[in-house]
């Protein structure tokens, strides 16, 4: 019975469609096309006087037009249809222009333009002849880096992209002045040991020269090279290597293959973007350190709820810590992949853990003192009834979801704020137990704060 109804109802849906209005019908290939279009905007990573951004553009702007010639004749669902196609062309453009122009894309891009200045006036002059000054630029590209890995992406795929990109590029130059630093290739042989040591010189100097540009290509301080030119350059050279003939010298047999792996180190970064695209290692919710990242969170979690929901909390102190203990080992373990958002995810786990550890040896101090029965200075009662505030804080601390627009934030904002005041109006009246307590207390207020502001400022990787 099924059947015989499919047999009868496709041919008239088949008919249907054949009898469709012909208006309505080139509106549905017209969206075809708009929905062709719609992951190249989505990801769009780039900015408005991009190439690709001009040409997208003029696809959904050519198809609006295509919608906006379609006759309706008057008919109220073919204009309908056309309504309908025009809104969603003109969703994607919007949603274009706002990927390209979005404040957190603005900042990536502000960010770059200092690497790009960076490496103008610390590394080309090195390969033009000019002094390196390798400390200095260390220093500098380490802070670019750690503020592109704090921009916020909110999950959207078209800025993680963009993080990512520049993320891959400003490292790979890091990487590159590191290797070069850090390990040259053997000195030159005299020219007269052997007769493919004057070509293996020659070919170095090219390499160098081929390293300055990569470099330049790579922040875009340079528009006389292409990446394509220099993989064909790259490769020219390591054809000259393989041609030469150093048998039975082991010596320029070893000064060769120095230059060679010199020279495939190099290539590895002309198809950067390209592998990136591939591979979409910008989406690192799929990335492995990372789900293993997220596996001692949630069990970190699972800890943190049992003891702040544990009728007898102090029977669990021993077992927590060493379990929280072994998670931060877990996290140590982890492969950073020479990715900065992904040492990022894991310095914010650690800390995770490490408060929670802090909270259980708080408590577990708290419990300890109730047995005290002897006579302290009133400086050192007021400073421990402090910390009895600051456990309580850091326990909603800990379960804190939000961000900083939201009342709750404000208010332990607010209370850990009282606490470091108190803490301020405290005179230890030259007790030196009280001093160290005191000091103690203002550095685990502090470092409650900071975990707030760092659970509520919204960071995703």
């Known amino acids: 019975m099924t059947g015989s109804y499919a047999c009868e109802t496709e041919p008239s849906r088949s008919m249907d469609m054949g009898n469709q209005h012909p208006s309505i019908r080139r509106l549905q290939e017209i969206q075809k096309e708009v929905k062709s279009l719609e992951q190249q905007v ?244 799929q990335n492995h350190s990372i789900m293993e990242i997220e596996k001692v969170l949630t069990r970190m979690r699972e800890i943190k709820d049992e003891l702040l929901q544990a009728p007898s909390p102090p029977e669990l102190y021993l077992s927590s810590k060493t379990e929280l203990q072994g998670l931060i080992g877990q996290l140590d373990q982890v492969s950073l992949e020479r990715n900065p958002c992904i040492r990022e995810a894991r310095r914010r786990a650690v800390i995770a853990v490490q408060t929670l550890i802090t909270h259980v040896d708080l408590k577990e101090a708290l419990e300890k003192r109730k047995a005290f029965a002897g006579e302290e200075h009133p400086s050192h009662r007021a400073v421990w009834d402090i910390l009895g505030h600051l456990s309580e804080i850091l326990g909603e601390v800990l379960s804190f979801d939000g961000n900083r627009t939201d009342k709750n934030y404000i208010r332990l904002e607010e209370l850990l704020t009282k606490q470091l005041l108190a803490l301020d109006a405290v005179d230890p009246q030259g007790e030196e137990r009280c001093k160290a307590a005191r000091k103690q207390a203002v550095k685990l207020a502090q470092s409650i704060l900071s975990y707030l502001d760092l659970k509520s400022d919204e960071w995703e990787y």
């Open 42 to 285: 989505v990801g769009f990573s780039g900015l408005p006087n991009d190439k690709s951004y001009k040409n997208l553009e003029r696809m959904l702007m050519k198809q609006l037009f295509e919608i906006d010639s379609v006759d309706t004749e008057g008919r109220g669902d073919v204009q309908q249809a056309r309504k309908r196609a025009a809104q969603e062309t003109e969703r994607l453009l919007k949603e274009l222009e706002q990927n390209a122009s979005h404040p957190h894309r603005m900042e990536i891009q502000n960010i770059f333009q200092e690497a790009q200045s960076l490496v103008a006036e610390k590394v080309v002059p090195f390969y033009s002849g000019g002094p390196c000054e390798a400390e200095e630029f260390e220093e500098g590209i380490q802070d670019i880096i750690l503020r592109l890995t704090h921009v916020k992406t909110g999950g959207k795929i078209s800025l993680r992209k963009a993080r990512y990109h520049t993320l891959a590029r400003i490292c790979a130059v890091q990487e590159i002045i590191e290797e070069c630093t850090r390990r040259q290739p053997s000195l030159p042989l005299p020219e007269d040991a052997h007769p493919s040591v004057a070509r293996i010189n020659a070919v170095m100097c090219e390499v160098n020269k081929a390293r300055g540009a990569l470099i330049s290509l790579l922040v875009g301080v340079s528009g006389d090279e292409t990446f394509k030119h220099l993989s064909c350059v790259l490769s020219g050279l390591m054809a000259d290597l393989d041609a030469l003939d150093v048998c039975g010298r082991t010596d320029v047999r070893n000064y060769r293959r120095e230059v060679v792996e010199d020279i495939n180190k190099l290539l590895k970064y002309l198809d950067l973007e390209e592998e990136a695209d591939a591979a979409r290692a910008f989406d690192l919710g």
